[in-house]
């Protein structure tokens, strides 16, 4: 491994350490970051369950990812305060893996995967989420929100109805009642008291008056048992064969990319609202070894949720014992608490996701809308329409090209020239505009050949020789003039363009130029070099 990506883990470290020295890890501190997790940890298991059946495997498959990746990430993590465990957007990519080979390439695939991350995290390409430009982030966060939504709708249906029949008339109202009522209470609390998080104070009011009461709604319960024991050292049963790899590698490199890209993009949120940054590649190592792990004892996989890492900023955790707190407070759930958990009305927890996705939407996005650039504006939509409509990493990739392709596109049309004659009588273009593939044509569209005198000077002062189109297109500029029987020399070449041409060795460089690049060279078809002169 690169000392770089050591040194990253202990400035993260001496980073954490200085938050408690600052804080001091007093009995009030503690007090928050353990009910901020045991808040976290009741909103996981519903959570877990409901992936796990969009997987098509055991639910305790994905308790027990939400145990291993949550543990490993919270100790071992890029950004305190994230939480990770299973997640809708890996489950939907499983499915088709598990209907057709079986649990047991899903185990494998989940190892491979986490190799895959750990590799990347090594080689520090988390660092390229910083090309992720804003409107893409908000898109990003608001598509996110609408997704969490449209998933806690499923809880209004009838578990007991006809092809997933709405829930109506009584059942209904009570249902929205008690989600109405676990919001007011999160939104009312801190202004009474901040030393129990408000998710947690409405998930424990509103279940108290479900159980006290007898209140006939869905409970944890109805969704599946959450009783087990501990998860098993198990190695995937699967045929170590050429075969083997050939399924589980597509699966492996697009759940590893999609976990690595909303993880990150979660990292930075997080980071955003603790003032908090770095950590990208460390992230990307934990998220690799908690899903190696996680293969190797019967979990589904996963990377960071969004929704669990608000409810956990916003219950005041800040360090790694939140983190910790809910991935242990989990694993008691499943061992000896499963008849209490299993008690807690689903409304309760909808209604702590509802407040999240009211948290988590950016809703100044829609008062800027119209005052930021029109192309900024339609990113920002069209990555919330394709988050909604397909995944966060495709809609994220998605952005970025769209974004790219502006921005190279308005880059093209700022290459222009302005010239002049000096009292030699050469004519002088003054360059200026990046020059790549984007504005070569319209950098060659610059120069009128027939006319122009027998000296011409191409100055690139206020100019970037970019790209190998670039580097082509002045060739054929300088082929042009050759050809008229005229001179053309080059000036200001910057110290990196003038690496990008020797290096290219299209043009090669015969003299030495004075150490700024400033003097003019003379560039000459038929012998392809570029000569030092006045």
């Not at 299973?86 to 649990?103: N, Q, R």
Request: charged letters at 15%; hydrophobic letters at 55%.
């Amino acid at each position: 491994m690169k000392p770089a990506f050591f040194s990253s883990f202990a400035k993260l470290a001496m980073s954490e350490l200085s938050f408690l020295n600052e804080e001091g890890l007093s009995v009030a501190r503690l007090r928050t970051e353990l009910l901020s997790g045991l808040t976290v940890a009741l909103a996981l298991v519903p959570e877990a369950v409901a992936f796990a059946f969009v997987a098509g495997v055991n639910p305790l498959v994905g308790l027990y990812a939400a145990f291993m990746v949550g543990l490993i990430t919270a100790l071992i993590g890029g950004r305190p305060g994230m939480i990770s465990g299973a997640t809708g957007a890996l489950a939907v990519v499983m499915v088709a893996l598990v209907a057709e080979h079986g649990v047991e390439y899903l185990f494998a695939t989940v190892v491979l995967m986490g190799l895959l991350q750990i590799f990347a995290g090594v080689m520090q390409w988390g660092k390229f989420i910083r090309l992720v430009p804003h409107p893409v982030m908000l898109g990003f966060v608001n598509g996110l929100a609408i997704v969490i939504f449209l998933a806690q709708l499923t809880q209004f249906k009838d578990p007991d109805g006809v092809n997933g029949a709405w829930l109506a008339g009584g059942p209904l109202y009570t249902m929205l009642g008690l989600v109405v009522l676990t919001m007011a209470i999160i939104y009312v609390m801190p202004k009474i008291t901040k030393t129990i998080p408000a998710p947690l104070a409405g998930i424990g009011i509103v279940a108290a008056i479900v159980i006290a009461f007898g209140l006939d709604v869905p409970r944890v319960g109805d969704m599946a048992s959450i009783q087990g024991g501990l998860p098993e050292f198990h190695v995937p049963t699967v045929p170590l064969t050429l075969e083997t790899f050939q399924i589980i590698l597509p699966y492996a490199v697009i759940l590893g990319a999609i976990g690595l890209i909303e993880s990150l993009l979660t990292l930075n949120l997080v980071g955003e609202m603790t003032g908090k940054r770095g950590g990208a590649s460390q992230e990307c190592v934990a998220q690799g070894i908690a899903n190696t792990m996680t293969g190797f004892f019967g979990g589904m996989g996963g990377c960071a949720m969004i929704g669990q890492s608000m409810i956990n900023v916003k219950s005041g955790g800040r360090t790694r014992i939140a983190a910790t707190a809910a991935a242990i407070f989990l694993l008691v759930f499943i061992l000896v608490g499963s008849s209490i958990i299993e008690q807690i009305p689903l409304a309760a927890l909808v209604g702590v996701m509802f407040m999240v996705v009211i948290g988590t939407f950016a809703w100044n996005s829609l008062r800027i809308l119209r005052r930021v650039p029109p192309m900024d504006a339609f990113v920002t939509l069209l990555v919330t329409v394709v988050t909604v409509m397909s995944d966060l990493a495709v809609a994220v990739v998605v952005g970025v090209i769209v974004s790219a392709l502006a921005y190279a596109w308005n880059n093209a049309r700022r290459i222009h020239a302005h010239t002049e004659i000096d009292e030699s009588g050469a004519k002088i273009y003054r360059v200026q505009g990046p020059l790549f593939f984007g504005s070569s044509d319209g950098f060659a569209e610059l120069f009128d050949v027939a006319q122009d005198p027998q000296i011409v000077v191409v100055d690139f002062n206020d100019s970037r020789v970019v790209d190998q189109s670039a580097l082509q297109a002045i060739e054929a500029v300088a082929a042009k003039y050759e050809a008229a029987g005229k001179r053309i020399q080059l000036r200001h070449l910057s110290r990196d363009c003038h690496k990008l041409l020797t290096k290219a060795g299209h043009l090669m460089i015969d003299s030495d130029d004075d150490p700024d690049y400033s003097l003019a060279v003379n560039y000459s078809v038929r012998t392809g070099i570029l000569d030092g002169g006045h």
